[in-house]
T-cell receptor, first 118, second 112 residues
Framework: EAGVTQFPSHSVIEKGQTVTLRCDPISGHDNLYWYRRVMGKEIKFLLHFVKESKQDESGMPNNRFLAERTGGTYSTLKVQPAELEDSGVYFC????WGNGAGGTDTQYFGPGTRLTVL | QQQVKQSPQSLIVQKGGISIINCAYENTAFDYFPWYQQFPGKGPALLIAIRPDVSEKKEGRFTISFNKSAKQFSLHIMDSQPGDSATYFCAASEGSARQLTFGSGTQLTVLP
């Protein structure tokens, strides 16, 4: 079974440019999460999709970030325009439907996209 | 405000020794506490997890100890091996919210 995949693995852009990150979750996983790790600090939650709906986007830093999940499959995270402080590693994770008792809480992470904004 | 505090930031252990990483949390609504292991160039991978209804969970050389009253939990790696060298993250989540709140990570190096 293929794991969570992310593209690109690295992206270097200049301040003010636009970047789009893509995440393909494990097939059949309804839950999809985006996280970010900045400068060796803790991994921080950005948002959570259940199928194609945004369940929780409380971690999105500002309106320069736009996440979509087309048809409940892959997801994209667009940063427009990018700022220096957006540099970091962006992780995507997925999990099956369920909530502990009936399902699983295990989130499976992708390898991440390292974004560098110059 | 960091809701899950992790220490130490880095840890060096001799092969065969015990590695101990500690975490403390503030939110008493947290009810799921996983530990993730991350190797360079890879994403975090679930290592072991515990719920607050038990005080200890062991899987092979890895043990989680949980102290609900102190709001602390720790990871113990017995007989540490060079292959255990990685970054370890503790995390917590709350019921149906399910988003993980992570600690800042511990870089573990096991010397041969």
């Amino acid at each position: 079974e293929a794991g969570v995949t992310q593209f690109p693995s690295h992206s270097v852009i200049e301040k003010g440019q636009t970047v789009t990150l893509r995440c393909d979750p494990i097939s059949g996983h309804d839950n999809l999460y985006w996280y970010r790790r900045v400068m060796g600090k803790e991994i921080k939650f950005l948002l959570h999709f259940v199928k194609e709906s945004k369940q929780d986007e409380s971690g999105m830093p500002n309106n320069r970030f736009l996440a979509e999940r087309t048809g409940g499959t892959y997801s994209t995270l667009k940063v427009q325009p990018a700022e220096l402080e957006d540099s970091g590693v962006y992780f995507c994770a997925s999990s099956p439907w369920g909530n502990g008792a009936g399902g699983t809480d295990t989130q499976y992470f992708g390898p991440g996209t390292r974004l560098t904004v110059l | 405000q960091q809701q899950v505090k992790q220490s130490p930031q880095s840890l060096i252990v001799q092969k065969g020794g015990i590695s101990i990483i500690n975490c403390a949390y503030e939110n008493t609504a947290f009810d799921y506490f996983p530990w993730y292991q991350q190797f360079p160039g890879k994403g975090p991978a679930l290592l072991i997890a515990i719920r607050p209804d038990v005080s200890e969970k062991k899987e092979g050389r890895f043990t989680i100890s949980f102290n609900k009253s102190a709001k602390q939990f720790s990871l113990h790696i017995m007989d540490s091996q060079p292959g255990d060298s990685a970054t370890y993250f503790c995390a917590a989540s709350e019921g149906s919210a399910r988003q993980l709140t992570f600690g800042s990570g511990t870089q573990l190096t096991v010397l041969p």
